[in-house]
């Protein structure tokens, strides 16, 4: 008798679990969570993947950094000569400069697609010349950041790309660039050989 009744009282319990608790709720919560993930995930691929298929080609000259930090096992640090330009338009020293800071730097193209400093511009210009383009800049607490300070590879790699002279870029229409490869002073994108 005393096992129907503590029965009675285990049903009586469960049915008293916050709807929230019931492991069917909890499994459809988990699993809209992963969607929304998945929708996430891949619309930020899809943004990439437009970005790197429309975008216009620059080439950024690369500017000296300190070579104990240049090779860091499998990536490189990179610095641009183009963030100089812009610290001197600016009149302002590279890491003296204490506020946040945007815009775009307009740069002109030569026959090579190098990137050649020539203004700065507050919002993106809708006028440039048929040589110019846009690309959009910010400063955070002295440092400037154009775009990404590292470029990685594959291990074993890193010799091929000390020859490196420019970043290839592609920029879309916001004036974001991507960074695709490193460049020699050829103006030959450098693929390292799989031995």
Same mark, same amino acid.
Do not use: C, H
């Given at each position: 008798?005393? *096992?129907?009744?503590?029965?009675?009282?285990?049903?009586k319990d469960k049915s008293k679990t916050h709807?929230? #608790?019931?492991?069917?709720?909890?499994?459809?919560?988990?699993?809209?969570g992963l969607a929304l993930v998945l929708v996430v995930v891949t619309r930020s691929i899809i943004k990439y993947e437009n970005h790197l298929a429309t975008g216009n080609t620059v080439l950024l000259a690369?500017?000296?950094?300190?070579?104990?930090?240049?090779? #860091?096992? *499998?990536?490189?640090?990179?610095?641009?000569a183009l963030?100089? &330009?812009?610290?001197?338009?600016?009149?302002? &020293?590279?890491?003296?400069y204490p506020t946040n800071e945007q815009g775009y730097v307009i740069v002109a193209l030569d026959q090579h697609n190098v990137g050649q400093f020539v203004r700065l511009a507050a919002n993106q210009p809708k006028n440039l010349a048929s040589n110019e383009?846009?690309?959009?800049?910010?400063?955070?607490n002295g440092t400037m950041q154009l775009a990404t300070n590292a470029f990685f590879f594959q291990e074993g790699h890193g010799e091929a790309?000390?020859?490196?002279?420019?970043?290839l870029f592609r920029v879309n229409d916001n004036g974001e660039p991507l960074l695709t490869n490193l460049v020699d002073d050829d103006f030959a994108v450098i693929s390292p050989r799989n031995d």
């Open positions: 008798m005393n *096992d129907k009744i503590l029965t009675k009282r285990l049903i709807w929230l #608790q019931k492991p069917a709720v909890t499994i459809i919560i988990a699993l809209l690369l500017a000296p950094v300190d070579p104990r930090g240049f090779m #860091q096992g *499998d990536y490189m640090t990179l610095s641009y963030e100089r &330009d812009v610290f001197a338009a600016l009149n302002k &020293d590279p890491g003296s383009m846009a690309i959009y800049y910010r400063i955070r790309f000390e020859a490196a002279e420019y970043g």
